[in-house]
């Protein structure tokens, strides 16, 4: 992934998402060259900082999480930008 912009897809969890019941409502997963979730990594409301496998999730990617819809997602670039889908 090293030179070229990091993608990632971010969603809310819903109630029905079996991490909910852990406390975590966010998940961010890294995606590989072919957008497949290739790691992910989940946040409770109040953290502010997200390592998933050594690699810092810039706090863009974590603002585009808490900005979905409950049980809803996106694809976003590091900017916390949304890209189009693969």
Same mark, same amino acid.
């Given at each position: 992934? !090293? /030179?070229? =912009?990091?993608? %990632?897809? #971010? #969603? $809310?969890?819903?109630?029905?998402?079996?991490?909910?019941a852990e406390g975590y409502r966010y *998940?961010? =997963?890294?995606?590989?060259? =072919? +957008? $497949?979730g290739a790691m992910a990594g989940y946040?409770?409301d109040g953290d502010e900082v997200l390592? &998933?496998?050594?690699? !810092? &999730?810039?706090? @863009? #990617? &974590?603002?585009? @999480?808490?900005? =979905? @819809?409950? +049980?809803? /997602?996106? %694809? #976003?670039?590091? *900017? +916390? $930008?949304?890209?189009?889908?693969?």
């Amino acid at each position: 992934m !090293s /030179g070229k =912009q990091k993608k %990632y897809f #971010v #969603v $809310r969890l819903s109630e029905q998402d079996p991490e909910w019941a852990e406390g975590y409502r966010y *998940e961010i =997963q890294i995606l590989d060259s =072919q +957008g $497949r979730g290739a790691m992910a990594g989940y946040l409770k409301d109040g953290d502010e900082v997200l390592e &998933i496998e050594g690699r !810092s &999730i810039p706090s @863009a #990617v &974590i603002g585009a @999480a808490r900005g =979905q @819809a409950e +049980g809803q /997602g996106d %694809y #976003v670039d590091s *900017e +916390g $930008r949304s890209i189009a889908p693969f």
